[in-house]
């Protein structure tokens, strides 16, 4: 599922360092203290008050009185009738400070779902406000001990004791039946040592105790922000309170390197900005790595703007891993100041120079494999980067048009067009801006009788940043029960997805950043043996050829339709 919508600016760190970080944690775990997760146990109903009396009062037990208690806001969290789409309903946004612990308890209500998802969901990011512009998630940690997030998630550090109650060798319906009315304990325990620490432990009203937990690396010294989000499911709020870390110290590392990235190829003279759109990298000696703020970087060799030539530019960073100061590491990077630019010529078109549209909303021009050429004052020519370009939006209209590129200089702004051809299609489904969340915009259900084939041709137009972030194909009876949803990206859930064979011949490390601009021709296929195959075959706006099954999803071949849905990309349906 979605996902978080970026990969981490803030920690980047390989599953080795990973490991080697989790067991230093763990450590520190042993010294300070940490309550071992008592095996799950089942008691009668009657005794459930006093069972989430008694987890109270444990808590109680630990605190030093350093609670500040949180005025709850939102005290339903969605819709009582379960309505709820995904990422559309949320819980009060709550800020952690470094070394305090949130706890939030609430209680979870699910309306007898068939979903395991359909509970709460919890979101950790980096400000309190999901249309900022530097907004990033953490992570996104499901009650079914699933998640997503940035590079430092991993799956394999969440850990449950979810039984099998009535021994039919399925725990998620037993899960499911519990999380119905459950009252959860939820807390987020924001460690100096760099960690989020999550406990979730949920008392069902059949008296299971479900415990789930789960860890990942956070700036140790920078504020984060909890949510809790809805799909389909409601919470009762009850209590939200801040208190004292369970880990109350750890050892500070220094930084052992910098590495800068998307530093400007060329500067025009008299322009001062010689970093531009450039990031900062910092590695720390335990391994960790965090993008830091320009504002922390320091210069030691200014380059002179007004000189044409080479100029190296030297960046440094001096601060720990919790903030103070250090000795500093240094990288250094060059760029030409050139002289100011006279004109600007497309020298290699676009990968996209035919766009489908179907909304009356302005299309986003992708410049990917476009090639722009700067003639200079004084008459040389250079490539100009695109990330120094400007570009204009497309109107949706049928036909040949042009689209603007603008250079901005230190005395002027010259502008060039790129022509470009419109097609109108006959659907759409996703927001034109690449705003569409997950589970909220879906395309019409398509009956696939026994023994034949649906086959739906698209085009995909995305924001490249996941490869999710592109059609996903439902597969569902007529009454909205589901099957199985798979992705264009090797992965999919559901019942029926349990016995399906995925291959593909994707190159994952290209796949997303070539998505926008491809044509998608999805086939769905009813075997009228009670299994489906799904297939996508994918051409790149450069050409390339990719496909993308799925064979043996399990089906009722009398009753089988099949959907798509999108997130932070759209959709143009041509037939």
Request: charged content about 20%; glycine content about 6%; some cysteine.
């Amino acid at each position: 599922m979605n996902s978080i919508k970026i990969k981490s600016k803030f920690m980047k760190t390989t599953k080795l360092i990973r490991g080697t970080l989790f067991a230093a944690v763990l450590a520190v775990f042993a010294l300070v203290g940490c309550e071992k997760l008592d095996t799950y146990s089942i008691e009668a109903p009657s005794d459930l008050h006093s069972r989430i009396d008694s987890i109270a009062a444990a808590k109680a037990s630990v605190d030093t009185g350093d609670t500040t208690y949180i005025n709850i806001a939102t005290a339903i969290v969605g819709a009582e009738d379960y309505s709820s789409a995904w990422m559309t309903a949320f819980s009060d946004y709550l800020t952690i400070p470094p070394n305090e612990r949130l706890v939030l308890e609430f209680v979870n209500h699910n309306g007898g779902s068939e979903n395991n998802w359909n509970n709460w969901n919890l979101a950790v990011a980096n400000v309190a406000d999901r249309d900022a512009e530097n907004y990033a998630e953490y992570f996104v940690l499901r009650s079914d001990a699933y998640g997503w997030g940035n590079e430092d998630f991993d799956l394999g550090l969440v850990s449950q004791n979810y039984p099998d109650t009535d021994g039919d060798e399925d725990i998620w319906n037993d899960f499911r039946a519990t999380m119905d009315g459950a009252y959860v304990t939820l807390e987020i325990d924001h460690s100096v040592s760099g960690y989020a620490f999550v406990t979730a432990t949920a008392v069902g009203t059949n008296g299971t105790e479900l415990v789930m937990t789960y860890q990942q690396p956070v700036p140790a010294t920078e504020d984060i922000v909890a949510f809790l989000i809805s799909d389909a499911s409601y919470f009762e709020m009850q209590k939200a309170y801040l208190i004292p870390s369970k880990v109350t110290a750890v050892e500070d590392v220094n930084p052992t390197s910098i590495a800068i990235e998307g530093t400007p190829e060329f500067v025009e003279i008299g322009n001062e900005d010689f970093w531009g759109n450039a990031t900062a990298t910092v590695t720390y000696a335990d391994g960790s790595s965090e993008q830091v703020d320009t504002a922390d970087i320091s210069f030691s060799v200014i380059p002179d703007m007004t000189t044409l030539g080479e100029k190296t530019v030297i960046a440094s960073y001096n601060k720990t891993k919790q903030g103070e100061y250090t000795d500093a590491v240094s990288n250094l990077y060059t760029f030409e100041v050139t002289n100011s630019v006279s004109s600007l010529e497309i020298t290699t078109m676009p990968d996209i120079a035919t766009y489908y549209f179907y909304s009356s909303d302005p299309i986003i021009f992708n410049p990917q494999g476009m090639v722009v050429t700067a003639t200079y004052s004084d008459g040389t020519t250079g490539v100009l980067g695109n990330g120094t370009l400007q570009f204009s939006e497309i109107q949706p209209a049928a036909g040949a048009q042009d689209a603007v590129i603008s250079y901005t200089g230190a005395t002027n702004t010259v502008i060039t067009t790129v022509p470009l051809t419109l097609v109108e299609g006959i659907g759409q489904v996703g927001a034109t801006d690449f705003s569409t969340a997950w589970w909220t915009e879906f395309s019409d259900d398509y009956n696939v009788p026994s023994g034949q084939s649906k086959t739906l041709t698209m085009y995909c137009y995305s924001n490249n940043i996941n490869a999710w972030h592109s059609p996903a194909t439902i597969l569902r009876k007529a009454d909205m029960t589901e099957y199985a949803v798979v992705r264009i990206d090797n992965f999919g859930w559901g019942d029926g997805y349990g016995t399906a064979t995925a291959t593909n011949d994707w190159n994952f490390d290209t796949l997303a950043s070539n998505i926008s601009g491809s044509k998608v021709v999805i086939t769905v296929t009813n075997n009228g043996d009670d299994t489906a195959d799904i297939r996508y075959d994918v051409t790149f706006a450069n050409g390339e050829e990719h496909f993308q099954q799925y064979d043996g999803i399990t089906v009722d071949s009398t009753d089988l339709n099949c959907a798509l849905v999108i997130e932070g990309a759209y959709i143009v349906i041509v037939e």
